[in-house]
């Protein structure tokens, strides 16, 4: 019996939208963006979403993360032999239980240090309390100290020890490259105590040589840190090559599912997403 | 009692609607904090002052001058102040403080050529005519005729016209209404026009009615915002209900309370809609992608 | 020399006004034009504790931060479920409630008579403060030891978070952090600090009434802070400065008297106008507010 660590059942979502009907009049129509999705997330593998733009990926993700309602359905997180359920849950509770998110746009801290940006992605909130810094003041140092460590730990083990990031660690997030700072919000996910991970398009949009890094960095998440993965691709090639399961998703729900190869060797995949 | 109190908020209640429906062209389309609002409503008494009073020209002439003139007013603070700022992707507390930059820059102006105390328009004592045993002053009657014909003109103006739905799209997607060619400048320039156009009217009924000072701008601004959030973002209409209810409800309360209370009043309803039903009564709910 | 130490006192308030506005402000990006209502709730509560309970100076700063602490969770708690610029609006509304309460609830404030003689704080019940000199120690003191405690925050693991949610509450959320309790106590402590604030002011001009707790005063002091700077605490200590200063200045430049007063608030209008404009990270900030 396979051994899931996420299981969507019956996930549905609608929301309100205008449309101009024969008339030419705006009307309200009710559109169900996720329409009765089943998705199991068999724990430690990388498993990939995939589907056209606006399909619902994303909606799916934020849903998973507490970032959207759900309508019904349910959403179900297993942590070691508990169920928990997690649709209800808000979303600064569902990271703690363990999922950790990479958004599409990555949502990394423009203002912020590269160093603070890690640091707030750390799972030990200790000191973020207002005073704490004040009244217990060495260990609070102490405790930063450890933290910052930890971050030059992450970056090494990712990108060897003569690593940009390192280097760059009080430069604001802003100065770093497309890709780079791409690769920093990969990274934050490694200072977080997770078990599940969701990630939004991880290559798009950055040159190969950086998707190659990506691609060995997800495969650090699983090998190093037991992670499982749960990643929208568009890239087929990265579906291919990194992933162990994948999901097509269409009209809101799963159409195909199977192993890469079956999945983007499916008719009706390769007519409807990739236009073959 | 009742219904004497009905006439009083109706009448006044047409200014708050004439006023907030100005302020909402601009805000709801914007998102603008115009507060510098204010100014204009307060600003056409005096230019009417200027013409009617110090120059004698006739009222009929001096009132349409002054509303040009606050036209202007409001155009200029487009080009001058918000423009440039949208321009640059000013954040909203930046655009909010320039505002009240322009507000006290132009409030002090006027404070230092016309003086700080109150002016009167109309020296004469208001005729009334009575229905029963309801008096209406002829003000009110100015009043709740001509912002009746100005709003309603307005609506139907919004209706017939491609107007009304290039503004609807102004207000959901700047950027991409300008890619379908719609000139996002010009529109806003009309916008501020009528503005402007809305606040001379509103600040010209009632400062004939009982004269102005330099400061009477905010807390007609204050009646203006409260009926927006209560009337509901979005629409159109919406600031219009809401300036009817606020006139109604606010003579309602200077009979049960006292005068005092008033803005009170006002405001414990601007909180208690923002807290429990913050799209208005007839605004539109956010849309929940 | 009476006339410097005036002045001097006068932006030791503001400086407190102005970096405890800025936690809420500045590094947490919660627009608010309440401020000086926890001004006047510090100065109100600093009366009732003087005058009413006779309390020496300690318990009654104690109870004026208590009690602005607790005005202000009232506050905060129906306010920040709001977003953007409703939370904004909100804040004007209890700005405007708060003021029309102080104003008309004449049998409790005294309305716009106004509070007078409102009595030296006495230090451990012996000490009276009253006069120039003390309250210039008194109010220095308070100022330093406040830009000192918000320095810590702000270069504290919670300041981080503060900024990061100024930055992305999305992302704060989404790395586990409860944005929400964040954003309160950055309303709550900011408001605690202004309250002192109040204190200083009621015992040092001994008069209150509600004209100098409305919203032009909201207004004015977060012009200070956005003319300063926010982001850190170089900026509003420097717009504290400014805003006290300049009108002094002005005096002396020779405006006629009939119109000096206006012709210093275009003065001050026209700063707002050009500093936003071309310099929105004010004189001494640190953060271009986008």
């Known amino acids: 019996m396979s051994d899931y660590i996420l299981e969507i059942n019956s996930v549905k979502k609608s929301f309100v939208r205008n449309r101009v009907n024969i008339r030419g009049e705006g009307e309200d129509e009710r559109f169900f963006i996720l329409d009765g999705l089943d998705i199991n997330i068999e724990r430690g593998k990388i498993t990939a979403l995939i589907g056209g733009n606006g399909a619902g990926k994303t909606t799916l993700f934020n849903a998973i993360s507490g970032l959207a309602k759900v309508n019904s359905g349910e959403i179900l997180y297993r942590k070691g032999n508990k169920t928990i359920s997690i649709v209800d849950l808000p979303s600064y509770k569902i990271t703690r239980l363990g999922i950790g998110r990479m958004f599409q746009d990555d949502h990394i801290f423009p203002d912020l240090s590269v160093l603070d940006n890690m640091m707030l992605a750390d799972s030990d909130t200790f000191g973020e309390f207002p005073f704490i810094s004040i009244l217990k003041s060495s260990e609070s140092r102490r405790i930063e100290k450890y933290k910052i460590k930890k971050v030059k730990n992450v970056f090494i083990s990712l990108f060897g020890k003569e690593n940009f990031f390192w280097e760059k660690r009080n430069e604001p997030a802003k100065s770093l490259s497309f890709g780079q700072q791409r690769l920093l919000g990969l990274a934050r996910l490694f200072m977080g105590d997770y078990k599940l991970v969701l990630l939004d398009e991880p290559t798009a949009g950055v040159n190969p040589l950086i998707i190659n890094q990506i691609i060995n960095i997800v495969r650090q998440m699983v090998k190093e840190k037991n992670l499982t993965v749960f990643l929208v691709e568009h890239n087929m090639e990265v579906v291919l090559k990194l992933t162990d399961y994948c999901n097509f998703m269409s009209h809101g729900k799963i159409a195909v599912f199977g192993t890469p190869e079956d999945v983007i060797g499916n008719d009706e995949v390769r007519k409807t997403y990739m236009g073959i | ?289 | ?290």
């Not at chain 2, 820059?105 to 050529?113: E, Q």
């Not at chain 2, 009477?216 to 209560?230: D, K, R, S, W, Y």
């Not at chain 3, 270069?155 to 989404?174: M, T």
């Open chain 3, 1 to 290: 020399m009476n006339y410097i130490f005036h002045i001097v006192i006068m932006i030791n308030i503001y400086i407190i006004l102005c970096v405890s506005t800025n936690l809420l402000v500045g590094m947490t990006n919660l627009l608010s034009l309440g401020q000086a209502a926890f001004y006047g709730i510090g100065a109100y509560i600093a009366v009732l504790s003087l005058m009413i309970l006779n309390l020496p100076m300690i318990p009654t700063i104690l109870l004026v931060m208590i009690g602005t602490a607790i005005a202000s969770l009232l506050i905060a708690y129906p306010s920040l479920r709001l977003k953007g610029d409703y939370f904004v609006l909100a804040t004007l509304g209890f700005q405007l409630i708060f003021f029309t309460i102080l104003y008309n609830w004449v049998s409790v404030t005294r309305g716009p008579y106004g509070i007078p003689g409102i009595p030296s704080p006495k230090l451990f019940g012996i000490i009276s403060i009253s006069g120039l000199i003390p309250f210039l120690i008194l109010s220095s003191i308070f100022s330093v030891l406040i830009v000192f405690i918000f320095f810590k925050l702000v270069h504290s693991p919670f300041g981080r978070v503060l900024k990061g949610i100024r930055d992305d509450e999305i992302a704060v959320l989404s790395l586990g952090r409860n944005v929400t309790s964040f954003k309160i106590w950055a309303f709550v402590i900011s408001s605690a600090f202004i309250g002192i604030g109040g204190f200083i002011y009621a015992t040092y001009v001994s008069y209150i009434d509600p004209t100098s707790f409305n919203l032009d005063e909201a207004i004015f002091i977060l012009a200070a802070l956005l003319i300063g700077g926010t982001g850190n605490i170089k900026g509003p200590v420097v717009g504290a400065v400014f805003v006290v200063v300049l009108p002094e200045l002005l005096r002396f430049v020779g405006f006629p008297d009939s119109v000096a007063a206006n012709l210093r608030q275009i003065v001050y209008g026209l700063t707002l106008i050009i500093l936003m404009r071309y310099r929105p990270q004010g004189l001494a900030g640190d953060y271009k507010l986008q």
């Open chain 2, 1 to 289: 009692m009742f219904l004497q109190l009905l006439v009083n908020g109706i009448a006044m209640g047409s200014i708050y609607a004439l006023v907030s429906l100005g302020f909402s062209l601009v805000y709801n389309t914007t998102r603008i904090f115009h507060i510098a609002y204010a100014v204009l409503y307060m600003f056409a008494p005096y230019m009417i002052l200027t013409f009617y009073r110090n120059l004698g020209i006739p009222f009929y002439i001096a009132f349409p001058i002054a509303i040009l003139l606050t036209i202007f007013l409001s155009v200029l603070m487009e080009l001058i102040i918000y423009r440039p700022l949208s321009r640059k992707k000013s954040s909203s507390t930046v655009v909010l403080i320039s505002s009240i930059g322009i507000m006290i820059v132009v409030i002090n102006l006027i404070a230092m050529f016309y003086g700080n105390e109150t002016k009167i328009l109309n020296p004469n004592i208001s005729k009334s005519i009575s229905f029963g045993n309801i008096i209406i002053t002829h003000s009110q009657l100015f009043q709740l005729i001509i912002s009746i014909l100005a709003i309603s003109t307005f609506l139907v103006f919004l209706k017939f016209s491609k107007f009304g739905i290039k503004t609807r799209a102004m207000r959901d997607d700047n950027v991409l209404c300008a890619v379908f060619g719609m000139n996002i400048n010009k529109m806003r320039l009309v916008l501020f026009m009528l503005s402007g156009f809305f606040a001379a009217l509103g600040g010209g009924l009632v400062a004939y009615d009982v004269g102005m000072d330099p400061y009477v701008g905010m807390p007609m601004l204050l009646n203006a915002v409260v009926a927006l959030i209560i009337g509901g973002m979005g629409r159109f209409e919406a600031p219009i209900i809401g300036g009817f209810i606020i006139g109604i409800l606010q003579a309602m309360a200077v009979w049960t309370f006292s005068s005092r209370w008033q803005d009170a009043v006002t405001f414990t309803l601007l909180i208690l809609f923002l807290l429990f039903r913050p799209q208005g009564l007839i605004g539109e709910k956010e849309r929940a992608v």
